[in-house]
């Protein structure tokens, strides 16, 4: 098992690229995290439609379920040799990378819905790929993984969502209401009680639920109009100050969630019209 997880493609791309440059590689990795789940949720609700939306947000769902599940399978220790630089120190296993995994799903799903060519999510993997590897908190092999773990559910995906999106749309949105606050007040409960939100990941994760469920909501009963793109940037003062000024990851989440979903579709309708948004089966 050891000969699978070696340094040395570490290494060799942190000498490709350089001594000293991790700030990049911090951005683009965020494509694989919360960010990029506000980012491919905004972007597939301005461009496509609600249905589209959920598809994604579905998505994000199977990534945390089967994180859970692999971190419970697999133990392997984070890189750590002196031929490599660890520009970031995490304490969760290695396999499978985390970021590649997310990016995997996130960007994958909308080639599956056929709304992307191949080649986006491609290249969003290969860079969020990279990026784990420079900063060398993972081994080629973790990144492989995932891709490979992202591909198989991707597969699954495709024809599960079909069947649950017909059913959710028969559901009254009263139903909807319900299991959505009620998962609300799930989590802020088990972060009041300490039970949840112990990692930077996790609370960054808390923090797409606690946004994007109320978000999700107002915009499905209040909004005829599909976002204008360029409100998206909106997210940006949030991602900056979560970054550069050390702002909660689960505040600055929520936050960007709640502006992509909602805020951003209310105010193009309040300038726009009323027109009706598209939304596919869902809606």
């Given at each position: 098992?050891n000969?699978?997880?070696?340094?040395?493609?570490?290494?060799?791309?942190?000498?490709?690229?350089?001594?000293?440059?991790?700030?990049w590689?911090?951005?683009?990795?965020?494509?694989?995290?919360?960010?990029?789940?506000?980012?491919?949720?905004?972007?597939?609700?301005?461009?496509?439609?609600?249905?589209d939306?959920?598809?994604v947000?579905g998505?994000?769902?199977?990534?945390?379920l089967?994180?859970?599940?692999?971190?419970?399978?697999?133990?392997?220790?984070?890189?750590n040799?002196?031929?490599?630089v660890?520009?970031?120190?995490?304490?969760?296993g290695?396999?499978?990378?985390?970021h590649?995994?997310?990016a995997?799903l996130?960007?994958?799903?909308?080639y599956?819905r056929?709304?992307?060519p191949?080649?986006?999510?491609?290249?969003?993997?290969?860079?969020?790929?990279?990026?784990?590897l420079?900063?060398?908190?993972?081994y080629?092999t973790?990144?492989?993984?995932?891709?490979?773990?992202?591909?198989?559910?991707l597969?699954?995906y495709g024809?599960l969502?079909?069947?649950l999106?017909g059913w959710l749309a028969?559901?009254?949105?009263?139903a909807?209401?319900?299991?959505?606050?009620?998962?609300?007040?799930?989590?802020l409960?088990?972060?009041?009680?300490?039970?949840?939100?112990?990692?930077?990941?996790?609370?960054e994760a808390?923090?797409?639920?606690?946004?994007?469920?109320?978000?999700?909501?107002?915009?499905r009963?209040?909004?005829?109009?599909?976002p204008?793109?360029a409100l998206l940037?909106?997210?940006?003062?949030?991602?900056?100050?979560?970054?550069?000024?050390?702002?909660?990851?689960?505040?600055?989440i929520?936050l960007?969630?709640?502006?992509?979903?909602?805020l951003?579709?209310?105010?193009?309708?309040?300038?726009?019209?009323t027109?009706?948004?598209s939304?596919?089966?869902?809606?």
């Open positions: 098992m000969e699978l997880f070696q340094p040395e493609p570490i290494a060799l791309v942190q000498r490709f690229f350089g001594p000293g440059h991790p700030e590689f911090w951005v683009i990795a965020e494509l694989g995290t919360a960010w990029g789940v506000v980012l491919a949720i905004g972007l597939a609700l301005a461009l496509w439609g609600r249905a939306a959920y598809a947000a998505v994000v769902v199977v990534n945390a089967a994180s859970l599940a692999l971190n419970q399978l697999f133990d392997v220790p984070r890189p040799h002196p031929s490599i660890r520009y970031e120190i995490i304490e969760i290695s396999f499978p990378s985390g590649v995994l997310l995997t996130l960007w994958g799903v909308l599956i056929r709304r992307v191949l080649w986006i999510p491609a290249l969003v993997v290969l860079l969020v790929s990279l990026s784990r420079y900063l060398g908190v993972h080629l973790d990144v492989v993984g995932a891709v490979l773990i992202g591909a198989l559910l597969a699954a024809p969502w079909r069947r999106e028969k559901r009254p949105f009263r909807l209401a319900a299991a959505g606050l009620l998962g609300v007040a799930v989590v409960a088990g972060l009041a009680a300490g039970l949840l939100g112990s990692g930077e990941y996790e609370r808390l923090g797409v639920v606690l946004g994007g469920v109320p978000a999700f909501l107002l915009e009963r209040f909004i005829h109009r599909a204008h793109p940037a909106g997210i940006v003062p949030l991602a900056l100050a979560h970054r550069l000024a050390g702002a909660e990851g689960l505040v600055m929520a960007a969630m709640f502006w992509s979903v909602f951003a579709p209310w105010l193009t309708q309040r300038h726009r019209g027109e009706k948004l939304s596919g089966k869902v809606g």
